[in-house]
Nanobody, 116 residues
Framework: RVELVESGGGSVQAGGSLNLSCTAS????????MSWFRQRPGKEREAVAG????????DYSDSVKDRFTISLDNAKKTVYLQMTSLKADDTAMYYC?????????RGQGTQVTVYS
């Protein structure tokens, strides 16, 4: 069974930065992208960023574009999410997912709390 382990969450003041990482025990067959999702309090899970395994082409939701950066180290099977200029509205549980949507294997999540 493939496992994903996220780390790097925590509490940070608004305007600050956090770096999340997610390491996979292995890549599942036919995997072509990795994604970060989040679930804010009282809201449904939403896509934040995605990256293609081979081309490293990235995509972001409008709410995080120009503030978050997703990257991937295939040798380490690790996907990163660098978050800057954090806002209180970014407070959420962040999950990495194998694939473009929530049908893929996901980790247990890491909590990010942004306080004013």
């Amino acid at each position: 069974r493939v496992e994903l382990v996220e780390s790097g969450g925590g509490s940070v003041q608004a305007g600050g930065s956090l770096n999340l990482s997610c390491t996979a025990s292995e890549y599942s067959a036919h995997l072509y992208c990795m994604s970060w999702f989040r679930q804010r309090p009282g809201k449904e899970r939403e896509a934040v960023a995605g990256i293609y395994i081979t081309s490293k082409i990235v995509d972001y939701s409008d709410s995080v574009k120009d503030r978050f950066t997703i990257s991937l180290d295939n040798a380490k099977k690790t996907v990163y999410l660098q978050m800057t200029s954090l806002k209180a509205d970014d407070t959420a549980m962040y999950y990495c997912v194998m694939g473009p949507d929530l049908t893929g294997q996901r980790g247990q999540g890491t909590q990010v709390t942004v306080y004013s």
